[in-house]
């Protein structure tokens, strides 16, 4: 068993194509010897935003602190907020944006990709 | 995509074997839509706790509420508390328990086993 305290997880910003203000720290992932599950929380700063894009892993997610936009395949943009939780289905197109001016916050959960 | 409201999905008492007032709600899960992953809400209530037990698959846990205590393999007692997140390893043998007054609470990410 790993116990971890999320607070001493080092945040870095997110450094992909067309991601902007997006930080991220893995809570439990490959490197605790987590084989299937990797548990990510991801902080969308204001006017930050990941891209819009699709690929063959779902995510399940809990919004954690604050609110923001998904942007659906559609082009729908849907508010989300704390409270809610949120599954992006395998090759669903989608989008996280914040508006806002607070951190929006969300834990993303997602197969490992390796497995 | 689906979007769920925490507050809105029924919680139930988890009615199996050795299991002691614990509350279960599955925030999301194959219902709907999810392939692989589900994520559990548990809220363990004083003097609860799950069974002392093991299962091939394995736990990525986040504490969301209150504090409790993870029971090892071994048998010793590990304290967890909010802004905490933990790892229980395949078949590694582990209970929850609350033995404070304030109820424990925490998301618990499983895999599909029917995957």
Do not use: W
Request: charged letters at 25%; proline letters at 7%; one cysteine or more.
């Amino acid at each position: 068993m790993i116990v971890k305290n999320n607070g001493d997880m080092p945040e870095a910003p997110v450094k992909e194509e067309k991601v902007k203000n997006v930080l991220m720290k893995i809570l439990i992932g490959p490197d605790d010897g987590s084989h299937n599950i990797i548990m990510r929380h991801f902080k969308v700063l204001s006017e930050g935003h990941s891209p819009f894009h699709s690929h063959p892993h779902e995510h399940v997610v809990k919004i954690e602190k604050g609110k923001g936009i998904v942007v659906r395949e559609t082009g729908e943009e849907v508010l989300v907020s704390q409270g809610q939780s949120l599954l992006i289905e395998e090759n669903e197109t989608h989008q996280f944006k914040n508006p806002f001016s607070e951190p929006f916050e969300f834990i993303c959960t997602i197969l490992n990709p390796e497995k």
